[in-house]
């Protein structure tokens, strides 16, 4: 069975590399989509770099509208959705998000960090359902209406309130030693703080919908 990954970038030249040198390699992933959400610095070269489809924005949509257009690219019946500043990710562990589905154990894969570092494992402990990495059946996001996909992050809120309400099998898969650099680490610490707030805005609406 086919499985497509959708990768939303913006300015992520130091890690983008990373993530692709992985997923390149793995056979069931039949289309790598990056979509290149209004970067200014050498992401989409980087990209183009690995041979994988590259999707353009010109100025910076937000992570819902970049994954529906790498969604509406794609015609794999499984998605895997992968943030671009991964850290420390392995094809076996993007093996572990999209076998299950594979092989009909799971409708959804929920890939949550572990063993890495305190601050982002202790994010994800709280709110797992939060994760961004996630691989699911394509019917799922196809339920999904043009306002789940205008919320930013609020998407992965989206993703899983529709998938509660449908019963569907969802798997937590632990990712061993995988991290991500923080807003403040990648922007400054003032321009992180206003793009943190502004993330946790986003997931707040969707909370109380």
Same mark, same amino acid.
């Given at each position: #069975? ?10 992520? *030249?130091?890690?983008? !590399?990373?993530?692709? &040198? ?8 039949? $289309? ?6 209004? &970067? ?6 980087? @990209? ?23 969604? #509406? ?14 850290? !420390?990710?392995?094809? $076996? ?14 409708? #959804?894969?929920? !890939? ?5 570092? &305190? ?6 402990? =709280? ?8 691989? #699911? ?6 339920? +999904?209406?043009? *306002? ?17 309400? &449908? ?7 632990? +990712? @061993? ?6 807003? *403040? $680490? ?5 321009? !992180? ?9 986003? =997931? ?6």
């Amino acid at each position: #069975m086919k499985v497509a990954v959708i990768i939303p970038a913006y300015n992520e *030249e130091k890690s983008i !590399g990373l993530v692709l &040198s992985v997923v390149t390699q793995i056979p069931e992933i039949t $289309e790598i989509v990056v979509v290149n959400d209004g &970067s200014t610095d050498k992401t989409s070269q980087i @990209a183009l770099s690995f041979g994988v489809r590259i999707i353009e924005f010109h100025k910076n949509q937000g992570k819902s509208l970049a994954l529906r257009a790498g969604v #509406m690219s794609t015609t794999s019946p499984i998605v895997l959705f992968l943030d671009a500043d991964l850290i !420390g990710l392995t094809q $076996e562990l993007v093996k572990d998000m999209i076998l299950p589905i594979i092989h009909g154990y799971a409708d #959804m894969t929920l !890939g949550i960090f572990c063993s890495g570092r &305190s601050v982002t494992d202790l994010a994800q402990k =709280i709110a797992p359902y939060l994760t961004g990495q996630r691989a #699911m059946k394509r019917w799922v996001l196809d339920r +999904l209406d043009l *306002e789940d996909w205008q919320t930013g992050f609020g998407i992965e809120m989206a993703i899983t309130r529709l998938a509660k309400n &449908s019963d569907l099998r969802i798997m937590k898969v632990p +990712l @061993a030693n995988v991290t991500h650099a923080m807003k *403040e $680490e990648k922007m400054g610490l003032v321009k !992180g703080v206003a793009a943190r707030a502004k993330m946790y805005w986003e =997931i707040i609406k969707q909370l109380s919908n």
